[in-house]
């Protein structure tokens, strides 16, 4: 299964995308109770035939207006307390099955308590809270071209405001394997979204089949941010990792309250020279899945590596953007493929692992929850090819403090969080886990 694993292609390069996206000329801060409303409570063989089908059809699309206007940049909120991994017992609570190789799972923060699980092929599936009666939402398995590889459905994010607005945004490859953002809008009572809805804010060429990395979430101010790898290959082949007039290899910022994309005036390569505004971050490889703190608006980004080592990094809540996280002068904290190298201005991880303990990382979430008062402030991630589980904390002496708490069956290909900030883990092989720790 090559889902996150690198793979050679010998497809033609193709430029990023047509054009890069308008700068925003005019930016309003909402008020307190417009941002408050607008967080969040925050080798393959051909897919299988999916086991739950729905029947409800979408109805007229609603068109309401979004009533959130972002704000500049993601500030923090709280200053929680030091947590810790130690005396954490987790084990993975069955939630529900027969998924058709699921990569993502989220919600939509509209207080239905549902939860949402991308199938690669290009199918959205709604459950309940509990796992229960899953139906179709969306279904777009008609444009979107090869699961295989890493190709597929790889990505969603519901606006803040889709209780009043009923947008939805995905990433997905399509029939050429390109990259594709898309806006899709759900009926008035927010059971299911019109396929014939989409519309297209953002596509970008790809040369090969994998590296399409494809997470897309909302931040703290309100912006959608969405990840994409290198281009594909291995060794940044079409050395994209330091290029900033390529949005491979990045992680963007857009605008999308309006009809269409733009890009926000303060994003930090606006009016620089051949560099792409919509860059937020650049030096990534493959990043599987970022997030948000929920609490304090820190982002996590978990970085897919090369041949030896995989690693997770952290943008501070207040940033202004414009970070080189390294790739591909640096694997996670060493130099590739080089005895020495030159780090200034490089943003090291705050931990990696080698490919001893597994080789393709995913990313996961900070706990929020109430439900597991032990793992809070506690930064969860795992490893496809190993099913292990590890938890991030700060350490005493200003680093990080990784411990490894779970080595799980699963073949992990996301983590996700329930509405009221509970941890899923996705298993490509067609389940969904609730975790859970059963320590004292």
């Known amino acids: ?158 606006d803040p405001q889709f209780l009043a607005n009923g947008r939805l945004f995905v990433n997905y490859t399509d029939k050429n394997g390109d990259t594709v953002i898309a806006r899709f809008q759900a009926n008035p009572e927010r059971t299911a979204a019109d396929p014939a809805s989409e519309t297209t804010l953002l596509t970008a060429a790809q040369p090969a089949t994998n590296h399409n990395g494809g997470i897309l ?62 860059i937020w971050a650049y030096g990534l490889r493959n990043p599987w899945r970022f997030s948000f703190d929920r609490l304090t608006g820190e982002l996590w980004i978990a970085d897919v590596g090369q041949n030896q080592w995989e690693e997770v990094n952290v943008q501070p809540a207040g940033s202004r953007g414009g970070e080189n996280y390294g790739w591909p002068i640096m694997e996670g904290t060493h130099c590739f493929q080089a005895s020495t190298c030159a780090q200034e201005g490089l943003i090291l991880p705050a931990t990696e692992y080698s490919h001893d303990l597994g080789c393709s990382i995913t990313g996961g979430y900070v706990y929020r929850g109430v439900a597991q008062p032990a793992l809070h402030g506690v930064y969860f991630y795992g490893d496809y090819c190993t099913g292990r589980i590890w938890g991030l904390a700060p350490a005493a002496d200003g680093g990080w403090q990784p411990a490894e708490l779970l080595k799980s069956d699963a073949q992990i290909s996301s983590f996700g969080e329930t509405e009221d900030g509970e941890l899923l883990v996705v298993d490509y092989a067609g389940n969904l886990f609730r975790l859970v720790d059963t320590g004292d």
Request: proline share 10%.
């Open 217 to 278: 979430a909302f931040g703290p101010d309100g912006y959608l941010y969405a990840g994409l790898g290198d281009g594909g290959g291995a060794d940044d082949r079409y050395e994209n990792g330091q290029d900033l007039g390529t949005i491979l290899g990045t992680l963007l910022r857009l605008d999308v309250s309006g009809e269409g994309a733009v890009v926000p005036a303060d994003n930090p390569f606006v009016g620089a020279e051949n560099a792409r505004p919509e």
């Open 1 to 158: 299964m090559t889902l996150i694993v690198a793979a050679c292609s010998s497809r033609a390069v193709g430029q990023p995308t047509a054009s890069p996206l308008p700068v925003a000329t005019v930016q309003s801060a909402p008020t307190a109770a417009e941002l408050a409303s607008a967080t969040p409570g925050a080798t393959d063989a051909a897919p299988a035939t999916p086991t739950a089908a729905d029947t409800v059809a979408p109805t007229a699309t609603d068109t309401v207006a979004p009533t959130a206007t972002p704000t500049a940049s993601p500030s923090p909120t709280a200053t929680p307390a030091a947590p810790t991994v130690e005396g954490l017992d987790l084990t993975l609570e069955p939630l529900a099955e027969g998924l058709a190789k699921p990569v993502f799972a989220g919600h939509a923060g509209d207080g239905s308590g549902r939860i949402f699980v991308l199938e690669q092929a290009g199918r959205i599936v709604a459950l309940n809270a509990d796992g229960s009666q899953p139906q179709t939402f969306l279904d777009i398995r008609e444009r979107v071209g090869s699961s295989a590889s890493e190709q597929g459905l790889l990505g969603l994010a519901f």
